[in-house]
């Protein structure tokens, strides 16, 4: 797992910014740093596809679409909305690492349409990585799928801008 950098400072304002507070202009911005990142990755071919990790359907009505599939489509890489979360839920802002996963388990599902080709390798990309969590359950429904993913891209950690796995 890789992030851009800590959730903190500038990098949590940025973000807070796009996400929760309708910036929707920072997505160029945001998106060229992926762009710069994403090749960068290791086992990352260049026609990987990028597939953003799911919003609950009401955050993402909240904010006026998925944040995340919008910073996807301006890294300029292929994407694919690929997935979805299944009913149950909840929001994570608060729950603990265990009650996380609990959330999120087996709640990770492909969307009906517009995956990439079969076998293709993906990309997770998210915004950040708390616990790992989503991008656990997200990773896992992909490659159950036979998708390849030799990465998570993440914009901000909560643990810092280093790998982890």
């Given amino acids: ?3 851009l950098a800590a959730y903190r400072g500038v990098a949590r304002e940025l973000l807070l910014a796009f996400k929760e507070r309708g910036r929707r202009d920072l997505a160029g911005v945001l998106g060229a740093l992926l762009a710069v990142a994403l090749p960068l ?3 990352v071919p260049l026609d990987a596809w990028v597939v953003p990790a799911p919003s609950r359907r009401a955050a993402s009505r909240r904010r006026g679409g998925s944040h995340v599939v919008g910073l ?3 890294s300029g890489w292929r994407v694919s909305a690929a997935l979805r979360f299944g009913p ?3 929001e994570s ?3 603990d690492a265990r009650a996380r996963t609990i959330n999120v388990a087996g709640r990770v599902l492909l969307a009906r349409s517009g ?3 079969p076998g293709a390798t993906v990309v997770l990309l998210d915004d950040v990585v708390t616990t790992g969590a989503t991008a656990s359950a997200c990773t896992s429904a992909l490659k159950a799928a036979g998708f390849r993913v030799p990465a998570v891209l993440t914009l ?3 643990r810092g801008p280093h790998p982890r796995g």
Avoid: E, K
């Fill in 115 to 117: 995956l990439p080709p």
């Fill in 72 to 74: 996807a489509r301006a």
């Fill in 41 to 43: 990755l290791p086992d």
């Fill in 1 to 3: 797992m890789f992030a």
């Fill in 93 to 95: 802002v608060g729950l």
């Fill in 156 to 158: 901000t950690a909560t």
């Fill in 88 to 90: 149950g839920v909840r």
